[in-house]
Nanobody, 123 residues
Framework: QVQLVESGGGLVQTGGSLRLSCAASGRTFSTYPMGLGWFRQAPGKEREFVASITWNGGSTNYADSVKGRFAISRDNAKNTVFLQMNSLKPGDTARYYC??????????????WGQGTQVSVSS
């Protein structure tokens, strides 16, 4: 089992930045190498893929809507994955979820999910 806890969300103005963190407990990244991803869900919309990273950080993938603005990274020694979000737009407003077990853009491929952290971007 893996427990995931996100943090770092908040309210920011358009053009601002936030850094989300997701701390894992239970299985450690070094013992059970696994892909990690970030998804988001806005009110009334489906959950959508944001970014993913392979177990060693060697490869990343991004949704077109965030390419060039967001960066995913991980620290396996600290069992933590990060999402640096720059140049934020009101359209980025959503609840952001950390997920473990895959690098797919499909949410169903992930085995573990956090509770999410809210990101709100004001215009």
């Amino acid at each position: 089992q893996v427990q995931l806890v996100e943090s770092g969300g908040g309210l920011v103005q358009t053009g601002g930045s936030l850094r989300l963190s997701c701390a894992a407990s239970g299985r450690t990244f070094s013992t059970y190498p696994m892909g990690l991803g970030w998804f988001r869900q806005a009110p009334g919309k489906e959950r959508e893929f944001v970014a993913s990273i392979t177990w060693n950080g060697g490869s990343t993938n991004y949704a077109d809507s965030v390419k060039g603005r967001f960066a995913i990274s991980r620290d396996n020694a600290k069992n933590t994955v990060f999402l640096q979000m720059n140049s934020l737009k009101p359209g980025d407003t959503a609840r952001y979820y950390c997920a473990a077990g895959s690098t797919s853009t499909w949410s169903v491929r992930y085995n573990y999910w956090g509770q999410g952290t809210q990101v709100s971007v004001s215009s």
